[in-house]
T-cell receptor, first 111, second 115 residues
C-alpha cells in the first residue's frame, strides 16, 4: 500500500530563513508529485506539480524537486515570511492515478 | 469568480441520521472528488467522479454515498452506517480526471460533528 511520509510534522523558523520540507513515498510508479498549502480551517491550494519526467518546478520563492530513485521530494522556501505560515502537504499520484497525501508539515514563521 | 463552493461550513449530525454535504463548481471541470481529513492526518479519498453519471469508490467509501447528476454538482451523503463521521470534508475538482497531471482545486470544506 502506498505511503507518503512528511518530516518534520511541525517546524518553526525566524522570518527570512530559507527552509526545506521533506516528503517521501513508497510507490516507485509515479505520475506526479504535488505540493499543497492549507491554512487553518480552509481547503488546499495547489502550489507546485512535478511530473514524473521533471526534476523540479519553481514558482516565486518556492522550488520543489523530485528524486524518483530515492522516493523523495523536497519543497524549498526561500526568504520565509510570516505569511508563509500554514500546513504544507505533499501528494503522490501513482499507478492508481489517484492522490495519496502525506499528513503535512505545520510551518510557523516567526516575525 | 470561478471556484468550488461547499456548504454548509459546519454541520451537526444526530445518531442514526443521514446528512448531505453540498459541493458545487463553476470551473467546467469534468472530475470531482470527496476527501476526508482527520486531525493531524492527510486527506483520504472517499469517492470520485470522472464524468457525469459515473462515480467510483475511493479508499474509505463505506458509510458514504454520492451522486453526479449534473457536471457542476457532486453531493456527498454521510449515512448512519458511518460510525465515526466526525471529520473535515473537502471537495475538489480537476479539468480531466483521466489526466492526473492536472492539479486539483479545492473548496473550503465542511466540518461535520456528532451531537
Amino acid at each position: 500500500k502506498q505511503e507518503v511520509t512528511q518530516i518534520p510534522a511541525a517546524l518553526s523558523v525566524p522570518e527570512g530563513e530559507n527552509l526545506v520540507l521533506n516528503c517521501s513515498f513508497t510507490d516507485s510508479a509515479i505520475y506526479n508529485l504535488q505540493w499543497f498549502r492549507q491554512d487553518p480551517g480552509k481547503g488546499l491550494t495547489s502550489l507546485l506539480l512535478i511530473q514524473s519526467s521533471q526534476r523540479e518546478q519553481t514558482s516565486g520563492r518556492l522550488n520543489a524537486s523530485l528524486d524518483k530513485s530515492s522516493g523523495r521530494s523536497t519543497l524549498y522556501i526561500a526568504a520565509s515570511q510570516p505569511g508563509d505560515s500554514a500546513t504544507y502537504l505533499c501528494a503522490h499520484s501513482g499507478s492508481a492515478r489517484q492522490l495519496t497525501f502525506g499528513s503535512g508539515t505545520q510551518l510557523t514563521v516567526l516575525p | 469568480d470561478g471556484g468550488i463552493t461547499q456548504s454548509p461550513k459546519y454541520l451537526f449530525r444526530k445518531e442514526g441520521q443521514n446528512v448531505t454535504l453540498s459541493c458545487e463548481q463553476n470551473l467546467n471541470h469534468d472530475a470531482m472528488y470527496w476527501y476526508r481529513q482527520d486531525p493531524g492526518q492527510g486527506l483520504r479519498l472517499i469517492y470520485y467522479s470522472q464524468i457525469v453519471n459515473d462515480f467510483q469508490k475511493g479508499d474509505i467509501a463505506e458509510g458514504y454515498s454520492v451522486s453526479r447528476e449534473k457536471k457542476e454538482s457532486f453531493p456527498l451523503t454521510v449515512t448512519s452506517a458511518q460510525k465515526n463521521p466526525t471529520a473535515f470534508y473537502l471537495c475538489a475538482s480537476s479539468i480531466d480526471g483521466r489526466n492526473s497531471n492536472q492539479p486539483q482545486h479545492f473548496g473550503d470544506g465542511t466540518r461535520l460533528s456528532i451531537l
